[in-house]
């Protein structure tokens, strides 16, 4: 099995600034693409930002230029700096991995439980 666990989310003020972490575990070898969904309240799931594990990125185009995303393949996490941060900004937060390679084969989209970010001041 494959568990995702977030980290860093929390109430900051517009402009301001956080990180959120994300390990995954289990018995991986590798996982293909990692990366941030939000949804906030009344709305769908979208996409933050995505990266391979050759490091080539995905953004919206709503965060671009304010948020940074990275990874560290040997510990299997995933990271989102986000810088700026803008009352619609505001939403749960969930770290996804795909095409995942483990003792018992490949597996795909597993999700994280969501982690809160309040941009408000």
């Known amino acids: 099995q494959v568990q995702l666990v977030e980290s860093g989310g929390g109430l900051v003020q517009p402009g301001g600034s956080l990180r959120l972490s994300c390990v995954a575990s289990?018995?991986?070898?590798?996982?293909?693409?990692m990366g941030w969904y939000r949804q906030a309240p009344g709305k769908q799931r979208e996409l933050v930002a995505v990266?391979?594990?050759?490091?080539?990125?995905t953004y919206a185009d709503s965060v671009k230029g304010r948020f940074t995303i990275s990874r560290d393949n040997a510990k299997n996490t995933v990271y989102l700096q986000m810088n700026n941060l803008k009352p619609e900004d505001t939403a749960v937060y969930y770290c996804?991995?795909?095409?995942?390679?483990?003792?018992?084969?490949?597996?795909?989209?597993?999700w994280g439980q969501g982690t809160q970010v309040t941009v408000s001041s």
């Open positions: 996804n991995a795909d095409h995942i390679l483990t003792t018992r084969g490949t597996v795909y989209n597993y």
């Open positions: 289990g018995s991986i070898f590798s996982i293909n693409v």
């Open positions: 990266i391979t594990s050759g490091a080539s990125t």
